[in-house]
């Protein structure tokens, strides 16, 4: 490691755990960060850890235009806390109506980083996206051309396809047959939650790579349903079995360079996520690199974690190293049950405080971020 280390013993050989961890400022290669109240309560927590952040367009409107994009990264500058030098990478939300001439210029001029492909009605704001992938051929040929990265959302969204499938059946219907057709576009398969999706970004070119979140190695799909329905464990794609999930902790830990941090942090006020259809998506940006050193440290290899977050994703995209550092003591903290933030959420005569349930609430967590450093 080139910036970091286990200070002191590294924990090798035996010897005993490191009571701090310093890191190359890591990357967030996928989070959402909305816009209005939520864009204020919510880019803090991303700025105090990642340098730079993906980031979502599925806004609402979404995000189809550089215009849009440049005046979206505005809103998100004038939000940050006074001081931060964190920058937001913008993404281009695809539809069956893009104009590859827009999304290169977007690229050309540094607006737009990557274009994001969402399968129509496959998440949150997702009813403007792409039904069919032939509509988007001239799109994906100038991607390929220019070497702009596709970002996809990797789940079918036919209702005959068990929901917990839908990643498979995606690869196979979809994905596979579209690396095929592009082999020299660079693809990221984002969260992905499925040992076929560990063996197939493994099996394929480099061209392909695959971001991992902090839920997905730490729960399996028994979490939403424990002692009841609990919806602040429901995101999509949905978490899946225990050996999923063993197999994401793996492929994570593992070393290999085609698979990166993304936290998918996905905030929505709690009126939201408790309601008759709640939204899908988890707030772990307060705790995700604690999330991610607990995970690490579990699996034996806390030393590997500074590649998989501050080194694959950039050499992927081909961006710079980034050159500060962060540390993490280890110091027990406690994850609040609820957050809450200035301003309102829910429909207008329904207006209530805004709250935010952080991943983790409750739990312990045995990493804390310096934020005196």
């Not at 215009?67 to 001081?83: H, V």
């Not at 579209?178 to 061209?207: C, N, S, Y």
């Not at 709690?270 to 705790?287: L, Q």
Request: charged share 20%.
């Amino acid at each position: 490691m080139s910036s970091a280390g286990l200070i002191p013993g590294e924990g090798r050989d035996g010897g005993a755990p490191p009571a701090r961890l310093r890191l190359r400022r890591p990357d967030d290669w996928h989070v959402h960060l909305r816009e209005g109240a939520l864009l204020q309560a919510v880019v803090g927590a991303t700025a105090r850890v990642f340098a730079r952040a993906i980031v979502m367009p599925n806004l609402s409107p979404p995000i189809t235009t550089v215009a849009a994009a440049a005046a979206y990264r505005e809103q998100i500058l004038a939000a940050l806390p006074r001081g931060s030098g964190f920058k937001p990478l913008m993404t281009a939300y695809l539809t069956e109506a893009s104009d590859p001439d827009e999304l290169a210029r977007g690229f050309s001029e540094g607006v737009f980083t990557a274009c994001k492909l969402y399968p129509a009605h496959a998440t949150t704001n997702s009813a403007a996206g792409v039904s069919d992938l032939a509509q988007i051929t001239a799109v994906l040929e100038r991607l390929e051309a220019i070497g702009m990265p596709l970002l996809i959302h990797g789940e079918v969204t036919d209702p005959e396809v068990d929901i917990f499938d839908r990643e498979l059946v995606f690869i196979e219907r979809h994905l596979e047959p579209l690396l095929g057709r592009f082999p020299a576009l660079k693809v990221v398969l984002e969260h992905i939650t499925t040992t076929e999706a560990v063996d197939f970004v493994v099996g394929a070119g480099p061209q392909l790579a695959a971001t991992i979140t902090p839920h997905h190695l730490q729960i399996n799909r028994n979490a939403m349903f424990h002692r009841g329905l609990r919806p602040d464990f429901y995101c999509l794609p949905v978490a899946k079995r225990e050996l999923h999930r063993l197999a994401l902790r793996q492929a994570a830990t593992s070393g290999n360079p085609k698979f990166f941090l993304g936290t998918d942090s996905a905030p929505h006020p709690r009126g939201a996520k408790e309601s008759a259809c709640g939204c899908a998506g988890i707030y772990n940006a307060p705790v995700a690199i604690e999330s991610y050193a607990q995970v690490f440290e579990q699996e034996g290899v806390l030393g590997r974690l500074e590649a998989f977050a501050s080194e694959f994703g950039p050499r992927f995209y081909g961006l710079p190293l980034n050159e500060g550092t962060i540390e993490l003591q280890r110091n027990a903290q406690v994850v609040p049950m609820l957050l809450e933030f200035e301003g309102e959420s829910g429909s207008p005569g329904q207006r209530e405080p805004l709250a935010l349930v952080p991943f983790h609430a409750g739990d312990t967590l045995p990493w804390k971020l310096n934020t005196n450093k």
